[in-house]
């Protein structure tokens, strides 16, 4: 029995950008991508949780099988590099990752079949709570 998928709150400017960069790449990711932001809430920067996993936060979360934790940072794809822990949106722990926040899990498909279950356990930064504006 799968879970229920849990609520995601995107920021208006990742969803503008985001949206552009589905609707210019192909593949399962991107599909997978696309249908995690028809679901999300879309709200001003202002108005977002310091909490919520963005584009460009640093988010610890934790494999819920292994009990690994790992930190990344939520990267669009010509930014991502694993030497540096920046991880792609089109990766699909990247695309598990966006919106969700502090307690949530998620559970996906992974290649092959096997399922994966997340825990985000914290947002160590994140930009609209660091003021920035990218």
Do not use: F
């Amino acid at each position: 029995m799968s879970t229920p998928e849990p609520r995601i709150v995107v920021t208006t400017t990742d969803m503008e950008r985001l949206r552009t960069l589905v609707d210019t790449t192909s593949g399962d990711v991107a599909e997978a991508l696309d249908a995690e932001l028809l679901r999300a809430e879309v709200v001003e920067a202002r108005e977002l949780p310091p909490d919520v996993v963005t584009m460009n936060s640093r988010v610890v979360y934790r494999d819920e099988e292994t009990r690994e934790s790992r930190e990344v940072t939520l990267s669009y794809p010509q930014d991502a590099s694993l030497e540096q822990g920046r991880i792609s949106v089109l990766a699909p722990v990247g695309a598990a990752l966006l919106g969700l926040s502090v307690g949530q899990e998620i559970e996906w498909q992974q290649p092959g079949g096997r399922s994966k279950r997340l825990r985000i356990l914290s947002v160590t930064y994140q930009p609209q709570a660091a003021g920035e504006t990218h």
